[in-house]
């Protein structure tokens, strides 16, 4: 080591240091990936409590609580797709803890199971609102919302919020499986490094 005007360290002049070791691709590449996914999770959190206010009302309907300003937004009764993906924050911990490890098999499981729980029930949504969805799109301005097939829910199309919901659903579990995959093909490359060596 050398200080700036101090002595130099004898057998070099400070210009090797191209040479030094560095960390290996695959291990930047793991470090990149899992802190990605991390932040997909966290969006996946908070679309979670997006949905959660929405089923509020029928849980406690369940519960038989009643709280009348939950009651005067009258919220419509939840589709099985909303529960089905609700249940899919539960595949994070699934996720976190592969990541955690450097798991190959429970990463890849994290896929399958964000790909059943938490995509798939998105595109059932897509497809159920697509004819309100459409219709509204293709709606003349001199027509009113009311005196259309549309579901109404507050003065807006319910079918709209659904598909922005889906909109952010889909770029946060596009990019996690993105960010899943490419840490299950960096660690398949290390171990596989490894048992070449």
Known sequence: MATRGGPMVA???GNDFEFRQRVAGTYQISLL???????????????????????TSDILDHLDIFVLEIEELEVPPPLWWEYVWAASLLTSFLGLSAARGNKVREMQKYM???????ILPLFYCFAYYFSDVWEFATLD??????ETDIFV??????????????FVG?????????????LVKA??????TRKFQ
């Open 11 to 13: 057998g070099t002049d």
């Open 33 to 55: 990936n899992k802190s990605r996914l991390k932040y997909c999770i966290f969006f996946h959190a908070l679309l979670f409590f997006v949905m959660l206010a929405k089923l």
């Open 112 to 118: 399958v199971a964000i790909l059943l729980f938490a």
């Open 141 to 146: 301005k001199s027509v009113e919302l009311d």
């Open 153 to 166: 829910w507050r003065g807006y199309p319910y079918g709209v919020f659904w598909y922005a919901f889906c």
């Open 170 to 182: 889909f770029q946060v579990h596009g990019f996690t499986l993105y960010f899943a995959y490419n």
């Open 187 to 192: 660690w398949k490359a290390r171990t596989a």
